[in-house]
């Protein structure tokens, strides 16, 4: 299973308020889904299951705005060596 479903059922089942009204193109960020705790759930979930450490350099708006962006942040962090 590739992270996008993943971090999908994630936020709409820890993190949102109306699950129903999240998609893959939701803008987390401008649309209130994310706020600062729900982005600190988010990061230590992103740690565990895909084994990255996200630098604080890289927690930025830019970085979590849509599940698609969240997926390059990633894959962008386990490709560094």
Not at 11 to 19: H, Q, S
Not at 25 to 34: K, P, V
Not at 69 to 78: H, P, T
């Amino acid at each position: 299973m590739t992270l996008g479903p993943q971090l999908l059922r994630f936020i709409r089942d820890e993190l949102a308020t109306d699950p129903g009204a999240i998609d893959e193109n939701a803008q987390l960020i401008d649309e209130g889904i994310l706020d600062s705790m729900a982005l600190m759930r988010l990061i230590t979930f992103l740690e565990e299951r895909a084994g990255v450490r996200v630098p604080d350099d890289e927690v930025v708006p830019d970085n979590f705005q849509t599940i698609a962006s969240i997926e390059a942040l990633v894959a962008r962090l386990q490709a560094r060596p």
